[in-house]
């Protein structure tokens, strides 16, 4: 069963960082591309970004290029989004994806 626990949001000013993670199991992490995700209130999901299986290679939605970085650790099952530079309209609800799963979110809000 896919399990994927995300992890880290919370409420940061603009221009602030933050360190997503997520936590996968109940599938071999290492044998597939990744994903985040995202909600912004009253809006639909949006892809932010991806990850190939061995985390050469990385594709990002324009609006976060050059501030948000994903990468994995296969060892450890894990996924990460570093979130430099937020901005207010970065909030949202992230999701971790696999495919067609992704978890119960967590929240990151960007406000002063």
């Known amino acids: 069963q896919v399990q994927l626990v995300e992890s880290g949001g919370g409420l940061v000013q603009p221009g602030g960082s933050l360190r997503l993670s997520c936590a996968a199991s109940g599938f071999p992490f290492s044998s597939y591309e990744m994903s985040w995700l995202r909600q912004a209130p009253g809006k639909g999901l949006e892809w932010v970004s991806t990850i190939n299986r061995d985390g050469i290679s990385q594709g990002y939605t324009d609006s976060v290029k050059g501030r948000f970085t994903i990468s994995r650790d296969n060892a450890k099952n894990m996924l990460y989004l570093q979130m430099n530079t937020l901005k207010p309209e970065d909030t949202a609800v992230y999701y971790c994806?696999?495919?067609?799963?992704r978890g119960q979110g967590t929240q990151v809000t960007v406000s002063s």
């Open positions: 994806a696999k495919e067609a799963n």
